[in-house]
């Protein structure tokens, strides 16, 4: 009923930048937020971002100041600018959508961060 599609990932050198957006479709209802998530191989997947419908932000402690998300005007799809990437953000990141109908999740794309 919902499809998360995310695209942006690749290799980046430490210190540069990527921008990752998702694009949802099909039967979205009352969207609470919509957020970027990560994991590395063995490693449990965790928050990076998230965005309310309300428009409040949250950030993993390690990537504020570095990490920008965004909501895009019609509001079934959402971004996130990755600047002064590490080696240690180097994991699939996945797009979320949660509402009071589901928790939705993307198949995710790889970001790697290496010199």
């Known amino acids: 009923q919902v499809q998360l599609v995310e695209s942006g990932g690749g290799l980046v050198r430490p210190g540069g930048s990527l921008r990752l957006s998702c694009s949802a479709s099909?039967?979205?209802?009352?969207?609470?937020?919509m957020g970027w998530y990560r994991q590395a191989p063995g490693k449990q997947r965790e928050l990076v971002a998230a965005?309310?419908?309300?428009?409040?932000?949250n950030f993993a402690d390690s990537v504020k100041g570095r990490f920008t998300i965004s909501r895009g005007s019609a509001k079934n799809t959402v971004s996130l600018q990755m600047n002064s990437l590490k080696p240690e953000d180097t994991a699939v990141y996945y797009c979320?959508?949660?509402?009071?109908?589901?928790?939705?999740w993307g198949q995710g794309t790889q970001v790697t961060v290496s010199s």
């Open positions: 979320n959508l949660y509402s009071r109908y589901g928790n939705y």
């Open positions: 099909g039967n979205i209802f009352s969207i609470s937020r």
């Open positions: 965005i309310t419908s309300e428009g409040s932000t």
